[in-house]
């Protein structure tokens, strides 16, 4: 779309590479060139393959489904740039899958998103671009510049084309931590909000349902959450939904991280179909017909445009443009 911005280095990350392609595609540029090798003792290797000194330069890698090697790649990625001469370094990470880790809420134990934010820090990044933090506080863990993107503009206008979308629509939040983001859907929506009363025991992902607060009887229903590893939390809901009286129920993620255990109960479940972005690469997904994928590289690519001239972001945070949710239908999966 920005044909004229030739200059702009977007790399992308062994994860990142599609994500990195839509980017490239919305601006008119071409992806970076360079390789990343995998040994088979575990070793990572990246090279950058084109001269990048005195360029702004951004790397696109998700911290998602393999967290540990997409972590240590982008410290990687992040230093050898600084070692090219690369004029300024950008980290795009879609998905900042430590972001959970935010707090010490026990005793003896690290707050992983602050190691994380040090590292990509320490390694080299002048600034990060992410999208929908389990917690946005920890965009105060880096001090540089930190971009939090949302998806919920682009998730909600892929909804209100819906025919489940209608007057008796009610925007569904599991729990109590993710009802005033839930109330962000719903107004953007002009609905009502429903709460699920949750409660968490253990880390072994597993949560239960207790009751609902508000009025779901005949009426269709959309459950928002920012991210879901099991799925277990959405099919809970969706049962006490369906016990309630529900109609239809939908769900709404900004980031999709199932595996085929999950995918299995969202595709058993009262669930008609689940939206979620495209933040993470996520081969296990591709089989369900109730997955759709709605991509918001647009908006990273728009951002990056906007960081490119030295003009605001801030603008994309509670608006998108009209070129942006059209160019994101147009990569819809």
């Known amino acids: 779309m920005h044909s004229e911005q030739g200059d702009i280095k977007i790399f992308a990350g062994s994860t990142g590479v599609a994500f990195a392609k839509k980017m490239c595609k919305y601006l008119g540029a071409e992806i970076g060139k360079s390789e ?19 360029k702004d330069v951004y ?4 911290i998602g489904l393999d967290p540990n090697n997409e972590l240590v790649e982008i410290l990687f990625w992040m230093d050898a740039f600084k070692r090219a001469s690369a004029s300024t370094i950008t980290a795009i990470i879609p998905y900042f899958g430590y972001a959970k880790g935010d707090k010490k ?26 999208m929908d933090l389990h917690s946005p506080q920890v965009q105060g863990f880096f001090k540089i510049p930190t971009d939090h993107l949302y998806s919920l503009p682009i998730l909600c206008e892929y909804v209100k084309g819906l025919d489940i979308y209608d007057d008796s629509f009610v925007v569904v939040s599991p729990d109590a931590g993710f009802a005033k983001t839930a109330r962000k859907y719903a107004d953007y929506l002009g609905t009502n909000v429903a709460i699920g009363d949750k409660t968490r025991t253990g880390h072994d992902e597993n949560a239960q349902i207790l009751e609902l ?3 779901v009887e005949g009426k269709n229903c959309m459950i928002v959450d920012d991210f879901t590893i099991s799925g277990g939390t959405l099919v809970d809901i969706a049962n006490v939904l369906k016990r309630k009286g529900a109609k239809r129920i939908i769900a709404c ?43 918001v590289a647009p908006l990273f690519a728009e951002g990056v445009f906007r960081i490119h001239e030295r003009v605001s972001v801030s603008p994309l945070f509670k608006h998108v443009p009209p070129k942006v949710v059209d160019s994101a239908r147009e990569n819809e999966d």
């Open 36 to 54: 990343v090798i995998h040994f088979s003792d575990g070793n990572i290797f990246i090279r950058i393959q084109e001269t990048v000194r005195d």
């Open 59 to 62: 790397l696109v890698q998700p």
């Open 105 to 130: 809420d026990e005793p003896r134990v690290s707050i992983r998103a602050r190691v994380c934010a040090d590292c990509i820090e320490v390694t080299g990044a002048d600034r990060v671009v992410t």
């Open 213 to 215: 607060i508000g009025d």
């Open 253 to 295: 993620l900004a980031h999709n991280m199932l595996r085929e255990k999950g995918v299995k109960k969202i595709d058993e479940s009262p669930i008609e179909m689940l939206i979620s972005t495209d933040t993470v690469e996520n081969p296990f997904i591709l089989a369900s017909k109730k997955m759709i994928t709605v991509s």
